[in-house]
């Protein structure tokens, strides 16, 4: 089975910056045949999309990340990466990384494979 785990997440004070990591393992077809994604949920409200990167490493963002976090992927350790910048209290969130075998790939595509998240607090 393919697993998901996040590391990297903690607390950092607004304008500060983190790096979040996510390894996987398990998979079936080559990791650079997957659609990769980081997504949150903040409390009491419901998980979106944060970016992606598709298979040929173009990647799309959420407008409220554009320009200050950067995804990026190891296609040879099977590994989802995301550099957090000028973070701001309403980044605060549970983070997840997710995964989906698919030549598609879209901030709001259905993943299929999700880790159980790492925690980021900005105060």
């Known amino acids: 089975d393919v697993q998901l785990v996040e590391s990297g997440g903690g607390s950092v004070q607004p304008g500060g910056s983190l790096r979040l990591s996510c390894a996987g393992s398990?998979?079936?077809?080559?990791?650079?045949?997957?659609?990769l994604g980081w997504f949150r949920q903040a409390l009491g409200k419901e998980r979106k999309a944060v970016a992606v990167v598709a298979r040929d490493g173009s990647t799309a963002y959420s407008d409220s990340v554009e320009g200050r976090f950067t995804i990026s992927k190891d296609n040879a350790k099977d590994s989802l990466y995301l550099e957090m910048n000028s973070l701001k209290p309403e980044d605060s969130a549970m983070y997840y990384c997710a995964a989906v075998r698919s030549a598609y790939c879209y901030p709001n595509y259905a993943m299929d494979t999700w880790g159980k998240g790492t925690q980021v607090t900005v105060s």
């Open positions: 398990g998979f079936t077809f080559r990791y650079s045949d997957y659609c």
